[in-house]
Nanobody
C-alpha cells in the first residue's frame, strides 16, 4: 500500500508561483511513475503532468506546458510540481498519483494510488 501526501497549496495572485510537493511512503518509489492531476471547481479531474521512474521523461497538458515543471527526487521519495505564471483557471484541487506502469501516463485510470489533494487558488 502506497501513501501519498501533497503539500504546498494555497492562495496566490495571478502571475505568481507555487511549488507543490508529494511525499510517498509504503512502496519502492523508484518503481513508480508519478503524475499530477487537478480538479477545478465543478469540473472533472484532469491530467496536469507526469514523470517517468527515472525522471528523464516528462509529459504535460497543453494548458500548463511552459509554465509548470514536474520533477522528482528518488532519494527523498518525493515528486514536485513547480507552477509559474499562474492563472485563475489553474484554481483546483491538485492530486499526485502513482502508477507502476512504465513511462508517462495521462490516463487517470492508469494510476492506482492517490493523495488526498491540496487546494490551489489563484486570484485575478
Amino acid at each position: 500500500q502506497v501513501q501519498l501526501v501533497e503539500s504546498g497549496g494555497g492562495l496566490v495572485q495571478a502571475g505568481g508561483s507555487l511549488r507543490l510537493s508529494c511525499g510517498a511512503s509504503g512502496g519502492t518509489f523508484t518503481t513508480y511513475s508519478m503524475g499530477w492531476f487537478r480538479q477545478p471547481p465543478g469540473k472533472e479531474r484532469e491530467f496536469v503532468a507526469a514523470i517517468s521512474r527515472s525522471g528523464v521523461t516528462t509529459s504535460y497538458s497543453d494548458s500548463v506546458k511552459g509554465r509548470f515543471t514536474i520533477s522528482r527526487d528518488n532519494a527523498k521519495n518525493m515528486v514536485a510540481l513547480q507552477m509559474n505564471s499562474l492563472k485563475p483557471e489553474d484554481t483546483a484541487v491538485y492530486y499526485c498519483a502513482t502508477t507502476n506502469l512504465v513511462g508517462v501516463r495521462k490516463e487517470e485510470r492508469m494510476y492506482a494510488y492517490w493523495g488526498q489533494g491540496t487546494q490551489v487558488t489563484v486570484s485575478s
